[in-house]
């Protein structure tokens, strides 16, 4: 199965975009929908075959407020990080991903991540 993650950001220009994240691969749209269907166009996977869950963000025991405030933070930094900052972001993504996949396990207990 390939799991995907999509989260809203807002750009510099104060505009709000989505990011949908695979594990290979990102993209982004001015829709959640949008920011998918780019996602899926470069993945070797049939589109009817992706289940899609939608949750907005609350803190839980699979990612936490503080580590979500961390990311925001990173990430409306933009360009300007340094490598162990990058680093950083690098491994909340991962989590963030990570907890997404072990929700969707935790609330479809029949799905295999």
């Given at each position: 199965?390939?799991?995907?993650?999509?989260?809203?950001?807002?750009?510099?220009?104060?505009?709000?975009?989505?990011?949908?994240?695979?594990?290979?691969?990102?993209?982004?749209?001015?829709?959640?929908?949008?920011?998918?269907?780019?996602?899926?166009?470069?993945?070797?996977?049939?589109?009817?075959a992706?289940?899609?869950?939608?949750?907005?963000?609350?803190?839980?025991?699979?990612?936490?407020?503080?580590?979500?405030?961390?990311?925001?933070?990173?990430?409306?930094?933009g360009?300007?990080?340094?490598?162990?900052?990058?680093?950083?972001?690098?491994?909340?993504?991962?989590?963030?991903?990570?907890?997404?996949?072990?929700?969707?396990?935790?609330?479809?207990?029949?799905?295999?991540?």
């Open positions: 199965m390939t799991e995907v993650m999509i989260r809203a950001e807002e750009s510099r220009a104060g505009e709000k975009r989505y990011r949908a994240v695979s594990v290979s691969r990102t993209s982004t749209g001015r829709t959640a929908g949008e920011a998918l269907d780019s996602l899926l166009a470069g993945l070797d996977v049939d589109a009817w992706v289940p899609v869950l939608v949750q907005p963000f609350s803190a839980d025991q699979f990612f936490t407020q503080e580590q979500y405030d961390r990311m925001q933070a990173l990430l409306a930094r360009e300007g990080l340094s490598p162990a900052e990058n680093r950083e972001l690098d491994a909340l993504l991962d989590a963030e991903l990570q907890a997404t996949m072990e929700r969707t396990a935790h609330l479809l207990p029949h799905a295999k991540p």
